[in-house]
T-cell receptor, first 114, second 112 residues
Framework: DQQVKQNSPSLSVQEGRISILNCDYT??????FLWYKKYPAEGPTFLIS?????DKNEDGRFTVFLNKSAKHLSLHIVPSQPGDSAVYFC?????????????FGQGTELSVKP | DSGVTQTPKHLITATGQRVTLRCSPR?????VYWYQQSLDQGLQFLIH???????AKGNILERFSAQQFPDLHSELNLSSLELGDSALYFC???????????FGPGTRLTVT
C-alpha cells in the first residue's frame, strides 16, 4: 500500500524554465510534507516543507503547493538550473500519531538541460 | 553537509554474518531515525529513537535491532545477513519539533 506516490519517474526541463514535480498521497492523517533532493551516493538533502495548515510555502527558487482536498502537493523550481538535476523525493509524516516517521514517494529524476 | 555522520561508508560481508552501522546525529538533536533504501522498495522507515528510547518501528526485520546511547549516537545491528539485505542504510536526525529530518551520507551494505 503506497501512501505517497510520485507518478512521474523522470522529468526533463530546459534551463531557465519552470520545473514542476508532483506528489499524491492517500493518508488524510498526514500533517507535514517535505521535499528532499538526492544525488547518487549521497543522503537526501532537505529542501522545503509545508504544514497541512498552509497551502503554499516559498523559499527562494523553490515553492511547494499543497491541495488537501485533492491530496496533492507539488514542488515548483523557478528558474531551473543544471545543478538542480537530481532525484527529488516527496515525503509525508503524521507526527501526532506516528512519531514523525517519514513515508517517501518513489522519487522523480529531474534533468535540467543547458 | 547535514551534520549527521555515518560509518562505515561501505561494507561488504558474506551471508550469515552480522554487522553494525553507526550514526551520530546533528549536535543537539535528540531523535535518530533509520531508513533502508533498496532498488525495489525505495526509502523505507525502519526505527525511531528519541533520547535513548525507542519511539516507533516500521517494517524492521527481527534480525535487525538498534539502540541509542547516552551520547545520542545510534547503532543499527543487522544479523544473519541475507543477499536481500544489500541496500543503502541512512540515518537521519531531527530537533525538538521533529519536523524536518536531516540525513547522513548513508552506509552501502553489500552482502555476497
Amino acid at each position: 500500500d503506497q501512501q505517497v506516490k510520485q507518478n512521474s519517474p523522470s522529468l526533463s526541463v530546459q534551463e531557465g524554465r519552470i520545473s514542476i514535480l508532483n506528489c499524491d498521497y492517500t493518508n488524510s492523517m498526514f500533517d507535514y510534507f517535505l521535499w528532499y533532493k538526492k544525488y547518487p551516493a549521497e543522503g537526501p538533502t532537505f529542501l522545503i516543507s509545508i504544514s497541512s495548515i498552509k497551502d503554499k510555502n516559498e523559499d527562494g527558487r523553490f515553492t511547494v503547493f499543497l491541495n488537501k482536498s485533492a491530496k496533492h502537493l507539488s514542488l515548483h523550481i523557478v528558474p531551473s538550473q543544471p545543478g538542480d538535476s537530481a532525484v527529488y523525493f516527496c515525503a509525508a509524516s503524521a507526527k501526532l500519531n506516528q512519531g514523525g516517521k517519514l513515508i517517501f514517494g518513489q522519487g522523480t529524476e529531474l534533468s535540467v538541460k543547458p | 553537509d547535514s551534520g549527521v555522520t555515518q560509518t562505515p561508508k561501505h561494507l561488504i560481508t558474506a551471508t550469515g554474518q552480522r554487522v553494525t552501522l553507526r550514526c551520530s546525529p546533528r549536535s543537539g538533536d535528540l531523535s535518530v531515525y533509520w531508513y533502508q533504501q533498496s532498488l525495489d522498495q525505495g526509502l523505507q522507515f525502519l526505527i525511531h529513537y528519541y533520547n535513548g528510547e525507542e519511539r516507533a518501528k516500521g517494517n524492521i526485520l527481527e534480525r535487525f535491532s538498534a539502540q541509542q546511547f547516552p551520547d545520542l549516537h545510534s547503532e543499527l545491528n543487522l544479523s544473519s545477513l541475507e543477499l536481500g539485505d544489500s541496500a543503502l542504510y541512512f540515518c537521519a536526525s531531527s530537533g525538538i519539533t521533529g519536523a524536518e529530518q536531516y540525513f547522513g551520507p548513508g552506509t552501502r551494505l553489500t552482502v555476497t
